[in-house]
């Protein structure tokens, strides 16, 4: 099929591209990598008036680091954060996480914006910013505001991103460097969308978990934060039981639901051996680290 007519914009600036929001409001819709609008404009699931092409936007890709914390321009590709050393020394989960997101051709077109901001319910970088707390800058003509990720993402495809908002940047704060992480995700074949991902870091002391930051992919409407589960291991510690006992309350308070690929038991379920699985292999790289460090 082919998408319903429209008319286009690629502007040379987050600047211009604001003034275009402004200007057409909910008739428009913003493109980034493409990677998930196009095809929903081709089966015609999307069918804006205007799309405003952000790809000439230069200011909006970056990487760099500051008082801390990595940020991340909305238009960075999702190849360059894949090869990028600030993000494997600073931001390992995400680096982790980006080799499991499509393929080549996918990951040289996607952005870390057009991931957030399209909120698929099965895609690892909402789950990721979701584990490590990051801060979502948007833009619009009232201004600027800061929105933290477990508030950005409101439900199955849907944000707190208003018709005439832009997400401009990330920021994640740099992971301590005593900390293990690790993304686990279980699909079809590699390079499907997540039937169940889980995004992990841990920091501890011997078999004290100072703390623990776990969230999800593919487990319920949108990216969720298993705060519960969190809180087994920063109560109890790092053994073993205690990771078992997060990893079943993990699979307790996801939203799962059934379609082609899996029933909503099986999601929990895999809930469950992921969650496992991702702190067993956190906590062994903290422990490491720890050691090497000792």
Known sequence: ??????????????????????????????????????????????????????NRAADLAYIKEDGGRVRLGAMTRQRAIEFSPLVRGRLPLLAEATRWVGHLPTRTRGTVGGSLAHSDPAAEYPAVAAALDAELVIRGFAGERVVRAVEFFVGLMTT?????????????????????????????RHGDFAIVGIAATVAVEGDR??????????????????????????QGGAHDRHIDDAAARAAEIVDPSADLHASAEYRRHLTRVLTRRALKRAVERARNRENAHG
């Open 160 to 188: 707190a991103l208003q018709p005439d908002e832009m997400l401009v940047e990330v920021r994640m704060a740099a992971q301590a460097p005593g900390s293990g992480w690790a993304f686990e995700e279980f699909s079809r």
């Open 1 to 54: 099929m082919k998408p319903s007519p429209f008319d286009y914009h690629a502007p040379a600036s987050a600047a211009e591209a604001l003034e275009l929001l402004g200007r057409y409001g909910a008739d428009a819709r913003l493109l980034a990598g493409g990677q998930s609008l196009v095809p929903l404009l081709n089966f015609r699931l999307s069918a804006p008036t205007v799309i405003v092409d952000l």
């Open 209 to 234: 978990c100072r703390s623990a930051r776990l969230a999800a992919c593919g487990a319920g409407p949108t990216a969720m934060r298993l705060r519960a589960a969190e809180e087994i291991l920063e």
